[in-house]
């Protein structure tokens, strides 16, 4: 038991409950702020506090001042196909919350990759629910071994952003079972503390509602922890205190208090019902230590320079190598010039948008991460080409400077409604989500002096709700009225959209920029003002004869600031005409080109057989260039293997639709989801699930196991390879199941049964011994409401993708006598 964790005894839980009123026990079913739950003093109860995960640990505020490690994106995680690392970076999730005074991480999130165009897809592990399941499954292990409480969202079905409030997933029970309940099926069986209930609506009910909140999420699975709405779900007080929701956040307002309070006096809800919801919250205080005794709050167990140093690690070991046509790895020795093209390089995307997003203590760039790398023995030129589409970067510290002090950053400042300040104060950049709101506070303020290294038309940009303006030395350049169209909570205080005009500035110049928002009920607290200088003056031309003239060219592309976030969905998958042709010119200016994906989702890759090499780079948390840059130079291999299905176009997707119709929306794709649809439809995607190469090849020789099996029984069988290559490698190899000529039941052509990875030095041959749980062997028979095993002829494949699986077994799957 990790130090500070208490065991709750369910006789004392009884004991404490009976001294608690039907009103006081509701008050602590109920945040008592945005992130903590209520304390009683009667019962040696503290507070709990809450905080955002899983890229990492915010803490109770949005202050860039306050930083927070961060880790690569849920999909760069789930690309390792490693849950000893994983268990390892959730170790450091929980030291971070210790560190904060967090108690409880808001991750991971379980959802699936139904569709590539979900925009919190990067958020999200993998369209496959054995591969989410185990994943997450590490994650909360590591982040619980030290006595920080995980939290399984968004139950359940919440794969999209578009009505994501209101949506009502249509789903059959079988579909529901085998797929979307199975990841938090597995979270329970890992010992989760907490069960966090979507906005989402499935079959007609709202989660927060839901009967499987208590079947079979607390019946069926015996889950004894907490089930905590998302953040503002709750919409109704008895339906939702009679189902297994037991605790209401955020606080203190909301659905419950006197509401139910009063239900409760009426015989409306069961007083039963309650004293469920308490003695879990109970058990959960007395896990992290928060109940009957002084709390003790340990140590972060990981000092600073070992999180970064595990991070950079992440990054290596998440990093898919979709195609190598012997440019990788590159030789220091041998480069005297190498050409790092793309505004990516230089500000390569960290993260995803909306509420996982956090303030990293450093970001190091793929441009400076090869440069460290190369430094003494090879020039690195920067070519940027265009930038990718979006807001302008939020003003930092190096355009930005406060206009009464002259350090770099901005000036923040609160009004009332006649102009008169009420708080100001120095802050490091433009981005300002929860700026302090004194009594009587009527409109924010931030302002800085510019100082701009280019001259030419500027984009300045300002997000937010409301009255806007912009004023650049007093001349206005934009003052209007901006509604809200959304009440989603990460669009109205996280990522609202931006306001764009343009401006002549000159180099040497130091132009003052206000930009002020007014304050209005519904519009929400996030105000953020950007700059980004004229575009590149090279042409195509010159950007050719750079990457024509080094001896190897690095070309990075990416998705934009407000493309892939939280409360919106894609409408494309596009890079757009600008990046492709910056990458066909270099690829026809160099043979030696490689190419860097900064994406957190699929993204159309036009070009993809032009490049010498192309590297799946996420988004990949804070020290991405370290990590990038050893992947590139030799010195790690990547580690990625794909954890979603690839579509070369939107078009050849089996799944792709997000927009409900008269506010359903049908999951009619059943059990074939993810690399299972794609064989459905007898489509070939750019890359399969599981796909990612490594700086060595693979000889797959020998599939065995048993020829028989009984029904219920796991079983294991052993795939013989060598390495072939000239280096030391590691072998993802996955097992996956098929059923062949079943007509009785619907089966997947194949589907993921296990993996394991190996790891050997050139020529020598290993053996990977691969569990397949007896799970996998069984579908959801709906008539009787129960798992089963059809007897009959199963086949075993196996290798290194969904797409490629040179070696079967047959075996015969008997009844049970």
């Known amino acids: 038991m990790p130090e500070g964790v208490g065991m709750a005894d369910e006789d004392e839980l009884d004991r404490l409950l009976d001294k608690l009123t039907v009103r006081t026990k509701v008050r602590l079913l109920t945040g008592a702020t945005t992130w903590r739950t209520a304390a009683e003093r009667d019962l040696e109860l503290g507070e ?3 905080s955002d995960g899983p890229a990492g640990v915010r803490g109770e505020g949005w202050d860039e001042r306050r930083t927070s490690v961060l880790l690569p994106s849920a999909s760069a995680l789930a690309a390792t196909w490693d849950e000893q690392l994983i268990e390892e970076l959730g170790g450091l999730l929980a030291s971070e919350a210790r560190h904060k005074g967090v108690d409880v991480v808001l991750a991971p999130n379980l959802n699936l990759h139904r569709t590539p165009l979900a925009g919190r897809h990067f958020e999200c592990f993998s369209e496959d629910p054995v591969l989410t399941g185990r994943i997450g499954a590490a994650l909360i292990r590591g982040i619980q071994a030290h006595g920080v409480a995980a939290t399984a969202k968004h139950f359940v079905a919440n794969d999209a952003e578009t009505d994501r409030l209101t949506v009502d997933v249509r789903i059959d029970e079988r579909t529901l079972r085998e797929v979307h309940l199975a990841p938090f099926e597995a979270a329970v069986a890992a010992g ?35 089930v905590v709405s998302d953040w503002g779900a709750v919409r109704g007080t008895h339906d939702t205190a009679r ?25 409306e809800v069961e007083e039963a019902a309650v004293d469920d919801k308490v003695r879990r919250l109970l058990r959960l205080a007395a896990w992290s230590g928060a109940l009957g005794r002084p709390r003790r709050r340990g140590r972060p167990h990981l000092r600073p320079r070992q999180a970064r140093a595990l991070a950079r690690r992440a990054v290596a070991a998440g990093a898919v190598l979709l195609a190598n046509r012997g440019v990788l790895p590159l030789d220091p020795a041998r480069l005297g010039t190498v050409a790092v093209i ?10 995803g948008g909306g509420s996982a997003g956090v303030f990293p203590q450093d970001e190091v760039s793929l441009l400076d991460g090869l440069r460290a790398g190369l430094r003494g023995r090879a020039r690195v030129v920067h070519i940027p080409g265009p930038a990718p589409a979006g807001p302008p970067p939020p003003l930092d510290m190096v355009i930005g400077s406060d206009p009464r002090t002259g350090t770099p950053g901005v000036l923040l400042r609160v009004l009332d409604a006649d102009g008169t300040e009420l708080h100001a104060e120095h802050r490091r950049g433009g981005r300002q989500l929860e700026p302090p709101l004194p009594p009587g506070a009527h409109t924010v303020e931030i302002s800085a002096r510019l100082h701009p290294r280019t001259s030419g038309t500027w984009r300045i940009g300002i997000s937010g709700f409301g009255r806007l303006s912009l004023h650049l030395d007093g001349h206005p350049l934009l003052d209007g009225e901006f509604a809200a169209t959304t009440d989603d909570p990460a669009v109205l205080h996280v990522s609202p959209p931006a306001q764009t005009v343009t401006a002549r500035l000159s180099a040497g110049s130091t132009p003052l920029l206000v930009a002020r928002r007014e304050l209005a009920p519904g519009t929400g607290r996030a105000t953020v003002v950007g700059a980004q200088p004229p575009g590149p003056a090279q042409t195509l031309a010159a950007v050719s004869r750079a990457a024509r003239e080094a001896d190897v060219a690095v070309v990075v592309v990416g998705t934009g600031e407000q493309h892939e976030s939280e409360g919106r969905d894609r409408s494309h998958l596009a890079l757009g005409p600008e990046q492709d042709a910056l990458v066909r010119a270099v690829a026809r200016a160099a043979p030696r080109t490689v190419a860097v994906v900064n994406s957190g989702g699929p993204v159309e890759l036009p070009w993809r057989d032009d490049v010498g090499a192309l590297l799946l780079a996420w988004f990949p948390g804070q020290e991405a260039g370290g990590g990038l840059a050893d992947v590139l130079l030799g010195r790690t291999e990547p580690g990625g293997r794909l954890p979603t299905t690839w579509p070369a176009r939107l078009t050849d997707a089996p799944v792709t639709r997000t927009r409900p119709v008269a506010g359903r929306l049908p999951y009619d794709e059943g059990i074939h989801l ?4 794609w064989l459905r439809a007898r489509r070939t995607p750019a890359y399969w699930f599981g796909h990612g190469l490594g700086y060595t090849t693979w000889a797959y020789d020998e599939l065995s196991g048993p020829a028989h099996t009984a029904a219920g029984d796991d079983l294991t069988v052993c795939v013989r390879l060598r390495n072939t290559g000239p280096r030391p490698g590691r072998e993802v190899v996955q ?79 008997s009844e049970r006598t």
């Open 192 to 226: 989760v503390r907490l069960v966090m209930a979507g906005y989402n609506q499935v079959n007609g009910t709202t989660m927060t509602a839901h009967r499987l909140l208590t079947a079979p999420v607390k019946s069926e699975w015996g889950f004894d922890g907490v």
């Open 48 to 50: 709990l506090v809450l």
């Open 342 to 351: 793309g505004a990516a390089a230089a500000r390569t995307r960290t993260q």
């Open 674 to 677: 993810g690399h299972r649809g």
């Open 243 to 267: 189902a297994g929701l037991d605790l209401q956040m955020p606080g203190p307002a909301g659905e419950w208090g006197e509401l139910l309070v009063r239900a409760v006096e009426a015989g």
């Open 735 to 813: 097992v996956y199941l098929s059923r062949p000529d079943a007509t009785a039941v619907d089966y997947p052509e194949r589907w993921l049964a296990g993996w394991t990875a190996v790891r050997a030095r050139p020529g020598e041959t290993v053996v990977a011994q691969v569990h397949v749980p007896a799970r996998a062997l069984s579908h959801w028979d709906v008539v009787p409401g129960g798992w089963r095993t059809e007897p009959g002829p199963y086949r075993v494949l196996a290798g290194p993708s969904a797409g490629r699986l040179p070696l079967t077994l047959d075996i015969h799957v």
